[in-house]
Structure formats: structure tokens, C-alpha cells
């Protein structure tokens, strides 16, 4: 399994190599995974403040209009997943968090994962003066969406090479919504040698 720093390195070769030729920086944002990887690390009492911090990360990024997607790479335990969404839409019911796992695992196995990201959306929404639900539990806050995306190929460990081929896909895309069945024009059954050696080529 890659590690955090190679997750951050490869998010950096994107921007400069992508988001900021392609003029791309009004549509795409990304959390570094740091942020995300720390929260497991620390004790109950101190992650409200780390919901906070994270909270501080998207008012940094974004503005009240929305229009950019924010993509944050999440490790826990040996796994790497992708989230994706826009904490800035207009009404929170048309706010979609996007979940893409190449081991097609079930959102129900990471609560603790809903709840973080739920919470900084809520507390991000809530100081920016724009609509919540009201009152749930957290894992419950927001719509999420499972994308149908290609697997990684059986017994591996390559679930940090499909995520950042996930985020390659979608920037190339240059999209705030993601396909329910992920893009026709990079749809498969499962990623190959041929699309991991691809990613790994690019950022050795």
C-alpha cells in the first residue's frame, strides 16, 4: 500500500501538471491527505477540533457560489478510498458526497468515515450562513453516493494507485459531478497493469 507522503506528492504533480495549465483551479481542490490521516491518530476528545481544522481547509478553498469539487484521498487502516464533493452548493439537498472504492467496500463498515465528513460539511455550512438538515445523526447528514468505479485487480495492494487514477480521471474530465457508473470513455471491469504502471510512471 502507498504511503501518505506519495499520496500528497502525486496530488501536487496533478495541480501542476493539470489543474493549473488547464486552468482547472475554479473547478478542483484538494484536502491533503495529512489532515485526513491524522484523525484516526487522535483521541475523541481533541476531534472536534480536528472537524474544525478540516473545516477551516474547505472555507479556504472554496466560496459561497460552490462550483468546486473538492478531492480528498482517505486511508484507514490499510485502504485508501476516494471522496469527493462540493460543500458549497446552494441547498443541501442537491449536495452529493461521492464515495469511489476499489474494493467495493460498504459505506456501512465506515461510519467513523461518514460521520468525519459529514460533520466538517455541517460545520462548514452552518458558518457560512447556508442551509443544513436538520438535526440527525451524523452519518446520516448528507447524501452519499457509491460510483461504480473499476476495481483493483484481486489479492492486491494497489487501492492507492486506483485512487489516484481516480482523481486523474476526474480532473482530465473537468466536472463537478461524477457518474453514477464512473466516465464511459474510462469504464472497466477492473484497473490493469497497463493503468497502474501508467500512474506510477508518471510520479517516479
Not at 506528492?9 to 483551479?25: A, G, W
Not at 450562513?129 to 468505479?149: A, E, M
Request: hydrophobic letters at 40%.
Amino acid at each position: 500500500m502507498i504511503s501518505t507522503i506519495v499520496m500528497d506528492f502525486y496530488l501536487r504533480f496533478l495541480y501542476h501538471t493539470l489543474v493549473v495549465p488547464y486552468n482547472l483551479t475554479r473547478i478542483f481542490a484538494f484536502i491533503c491527505p495529512y489532515d485526513i490521516a491524522a484523525f484516526h491518530d487522535i483521541r475523541d476528545s481533541d476531534r472536534e477540533d480536528q472537524a474544525k481544522q478540516l473545516c477551516n481547509s474547505f472555507k479556504a478553498r472554496t466560496t459561497k457560489k460552490g462550483g468546486r469539487l473538492f478531492l480528498i484521498p482517505y486511508v484507514q487502516g490499510d485502504h485508501w478510498v476516494l471522496i469527493a464533493l462540493d460543500p458549497a452548493k446552494e441547498k443541501y439537498e442537491k449536495l452529493a458526497i461521492y464515495y469511489l472504492c476499489s474494493a467495493s467496500r460498504q459505506l456501512n463498515n465506515r461510519k467513523d468515515m461518514m460521520k468525519l465528513i459529514n460533520k466538517v460539511v455541517f460545520l462548514y455550512r452552518t458558518d457560512e450562513s447556508l442551509t443544513v438538515p436538520r438535526v440527525k445523526p451524523f452519518d446520516q447528514l448528507f447524501t452519499w453516493i457509491v460510483i461504480r468505479c473499476p476495481h483493483q485487480r484481486p489479492d492486491s495492494v494497489d487501492c492507492g494507485y486506483c485512487v489516484m487514477r481516480f482523481i486523474k480521471d476526474i480532473i482530465t474530465h473537468a466536472k463537478t459531478s461524477i457518474f453514477t457508473k464512473y466516465y464511459d470513455d474510462a469504464c472497466c471491469e477492473e484497473f490493469g497493469d497497463a493503468h497502474i504502471n501508467e500512474v506510477v510512471e508518471e510520479w517516479c
